[in-house]
């Protein structure tokens, strides 16, 4: 039993699960929301069809169908598409400007979905078009054309009033409808106007002219009334006036005597005020002298103390200064001494300084000065002794070398010697030479460079060429005679 109970509780649990999950996912599959322009029409399950409009519902998957039915205004232009004849016989074209649209109310909304379910908006304003037109034509063979232009409103309440039952068995409400235009093609609208026209400028004439005369006959009367007030004014004025001059002369009487008076007691006033006046001046005048002196006398007397303050001040200032003078003068002079001292003693250490810097420097330069003739002497005698070690040396060169081996020396050098004394001749390009024997002079200077250099020789040696060569050549000469005897 627990085993079954166990089952049939999983079994319950997994069919609780399904079905909430097939609810979760109807609802999720079938949620539908309508704006509040269309009508969101719901069928399948139900007898009556479930509209939404501005709201949300469910919608079974599979098992209901969800149609749409657009409520949004649908303007319409309605025309008759022929001349129509009027209940007086005048035909005319009529042009309306009407908006429809799908009514909400719910008997009529079932209409409309029977009728425009999915249906697009043109096909909605074509159906409802060719309703309005034949409304339309039925009233404008019901009225007259002076009636209807005349009366637009009434037309256009008269084809609504006509067009709505056929209208509402669609499931459409007329919004509004307005007649833009009555044409007809033989100008009676027009015709109608220009009667019209002329009754309004006849009648405006009439009441022009009954207006003018009114005016005119007004403005006579308005004339003759303001002249009568005119002369009735102008009668009062002069009356006015004349009272007026007499009121003045009386007036003017009063004031000339009003004024002598015045003037004579003006001028009693002012004698009694000059005379006030004069001694009221004479008064001020003396006490004005009497306090001139007074302060005269009290100037004096500050004159004197000023003079008195000022003299002593100034006698005390004078010894005052006089003694800053004589102090000033004093610490000067003590002052100027003791530079004087202090330059003094400056001076002998300074040239105390100097003498002893001069005495260091005559030591030194006599230190140099001795130091130089001695490095003078050494040098003198190291090159004495070098000239007389190289003189020695030269001299026992020569006696192992022997005659031959100087004169050997002597011939070897000679070319070097003669090449030398030519050598700056290399660099001449060409030698012009004028007159005669100066070729010779050439050769001959050459010749005596060479002769320069056994000289030197001589001179520098102590070897005589010439000796050596007379004795070489004689000695070979003796030797040929040995040989050959």
Same mark, same amino acid.
């Not at 030591?363 to 190291?382: L, R, S, V």
């Given at each position: 039993?627990?085993?079954? /109970? ?177 044409? /007809? ?97 004479? /008064? ?151 007159? /005669? ?49």
């Amino acid at each position: 039993m627990d085993l079954l /109970d166990m089952i049939f509780g999983n079994i319950a649990v997994v069919i609780g699960v399904i079905v909430a999950v097939l609810v979760l996912v109807i609802v999720v599959t079938g949620y539908v929301k309508a704006s509040p322009d269309t009508a969101y029409i719901i069928s399948g399950l139900r007898k009556e069809p479930k509209v939404l409009i501005g709201k949300a519902g469910i919608k079974i998957p599979f098992l209901e169908k969800k149609d749409e039915l657009n409520l949004q205004l649908i303007p319409i232009d309605v025309k008759t598409s022929n001349a129509v004849p009027t209940a007086d016989y005048i035909n005319i074209n009529v042009d309306a400007a009407v908006n429809i649209k799908i009514s909400d109310e719910p008997s009529r909304l079932n209409l409309a979905a029977q009728n425009f379910l999915n249906k697009p908006v043109e096909y909605i304003a074509n159906v409802a078009r060719e309703v309005l037109e034949g409304n339309m034509r039925e009233i404008v063979g019901r009225m007259n054309l002076e009636e209807m232009v005349s009366d637009r409103q009434k037309f256009a309440e008269l084809v609504k009033e006509n067009a709505e039952p056929d209208l509402a068995k669609m499931g459409l409400d007329i919004v509004s409808f307005n007649v833009q235009n009555f044409v /007809d093609g033989n100008g009676v609208i027009e015709n109608l106007g220009v009667d019209n026209i002329v009754k309004i400028q006849k009648n405006a004439a009439i009441s022009r002219a009954v207006s003018e005369r009114d005016i005119a006959q007004a403005q006579a009367k308005a004339s003759q009334e303001a002249n009568d007030a005119k002369i009735a004014a102008e009668t009062i004025i002069a009356e006015k006036n004349n009272e007026l001059a007499i009121k003045k002369a009386e007036l003017k009487k009063v004031a000339d005597a009003k004024q002598a008076e015045a003037d004579a007691a003006y001028k009693i006033q002012e004698e009694q005020s000059r005379k006030s006046i004069e001694i009221a001046t004479a /008064d001020a005048n003396i006490m004005k002298q009497e306090k001139e002196i007074e302060l005269r006398r009290k100037d004096v007397e500050v004159t004197e103390q000023e003079l008195d303050a000022k003299i002593k001040k100034q006698a005390e200032a004078e010894r005052f200064a006089a003694q800053q003078r004589a102090d000033a003068e004093l610490y000067k002079r003590q002052k100027d001494a003791e530079a004087q001292l202090f330059e003094k003693q400056r001076e002998a250490e300074a040239k105390k300084a100097e003498a002893e810097a001069v005495k260091y420097q005559m030591e030194q330069e006599a230190a140099g000065i001795q130091a130089k003739g001695e490095a003078e002497a050494k040098a003198i005698e190291a090159k004495g002794m070098a000239e007389a070690e190289a003189l020695n040396k030269k001299a026992e060169a020569m006696k192992k070398y022997g005659e031959a081996a100087v004169m050997e020396m002597y011939f070897n050098m000679l070319p070097k010697a003669v090449e030398a004394a030519a050598k700056p001749l290399e660099k001449v390009d060409k030698i012009t030479m004028y007159g /005669d024997g100066n070729s010779a002079k050439l050769v001959s200077d050459i010749v005596t460079t060479a002769t320069q250099v056994s000289e030197g020789m001589n001179e520098s040696m102590g070897i005589d060429l010439k000796s050596l060569l007379a004795g070489f050549i004689g000695g070979k000469i003796a030797t040929n005679d040995d040989d050959q005897k």
